[in-house]
C-alpha cells in the first residue's frame, strides 16, 4: 500500500492530508508576505496573496480538500496561531471587519473546485478562478460593511458604496492573480494529479 493511499480515520489518504496542510501554510505565509517583501505595500495597504491561495487550494485540491484546507487555515487563527494578515490571530478576530474575507477563502475555495470538477480545460480554470474572486469580494465587503454599520466604529459618511470603493485598489492585482492562479492552477493538478 502506498502513502497516497493510506487512509486515516476520516476516510482521508495522507496525502490529501499533506496538500491540506501545505495550503493552509501557503495561505500564512500569504497572508504576512509584506514581512518577507516590504515593496509589497502600496501606500499603506498590504498586498497579501491570501485569495490567490484560496483560489489555488479550490483548483489543485477540487472542492472538498481546497474548502477543508481553507477551514483548517481559519481555526489555526482562531485557536490564537499569529497567521492572519498583520501577524494577527485569536478568537477575538471574528469582529474584526475583515474577518469576512477570511470566511470568503472557505467557499472560493470551495466554488473554484466546484467548478473545475466539472469542467477541467484551461478556460473553466481561469472562469472558476475569476468567480471565485467575486465570491471572495462578495462575502468579505458585506461582511465588513456589515461589521463596520453594526458594531465597530464607523464615519458618518461610511456607506455601501464607500465599502466598494475601498476595494477598488487591490482589484487589479487580484484580477491578475486570479487569471494566474487558474493557468498554474491547470498546469500543477495536471503534474501533481491530486485525487479529487
Excluded at 32 to 61: D, K, R, Y
Excluded at 114 to 130: F, Q, S
Aim: with cysteine; hydrophobic share 55%.
Amino acid at each position: 500500500m502506498t502513502t497516497a493511499t493510506v487512509k486515516t480515520k476520516s476516510g482521508m489518504s495522507a496525502l490529501s492530508l499533506v496538500y491540506c496542510g501545505m495550503f493552509a501554510s501557503l495561505m500564512m505565509i500569504g497572508a504576512n508576505i509584506t514581512a518577507f517583501a516590504p515593496f509589497l505595500v502600496v501606500g499603506s495597504v498590504p498586498i497579501t496573496l491570501q485569495t490567490f491561495f484560496a483560489i489555488l487550494a479550490g483548483l489543485i485540491l477540487g472542492s472538498r480538500l481546497g474548502a477543508i484546507a481553507m477551514t483548517v487555515y481559519m481555526f489555526i487563527g482562531l485557536a490564537g496561531a499569529p497567521v492572519f494578515a498583520k501577524f494577527s490571530g485569536g478568537f477575538g478576530s471574528i469582529i474584526s471587519p475583515t474577518f469576512g474575507f477570511i470566511v470568503s477563502f472557505i467557499f472560493a475555495a470551495y466554488i473554484a473546485g466546484k467548478i473545475v470538477e466539472k469542467n477541467n480545460k484551461l478556460h473553466g480554470y481561469i472562469i472558476a478562478a475569476l468567480v471565485a474572486m467575486v465570491v471572495n469580494y462578495v462575502i468579505g465587503t458585506n461582511w465588513m460593511y456589515a461589521a463596520y454599520k453594526l458594531w465597530a466604529a464607523a464615519p458618518d459618511v461610511f456607506t455601501y458604496k464607500v465599502a466598494w470603493l475601498w476595494m477598488i485598489p487591490p482589484l487589479p492585482k487580484d484580477l491578475l492573480l486570479s487569471v494566474l492562479a487558474g493557468m498554474f492552477g491547470h498546469r500543477m493538478y495536471k503534474l501533481l494529479k491530486v485525487r479529487r
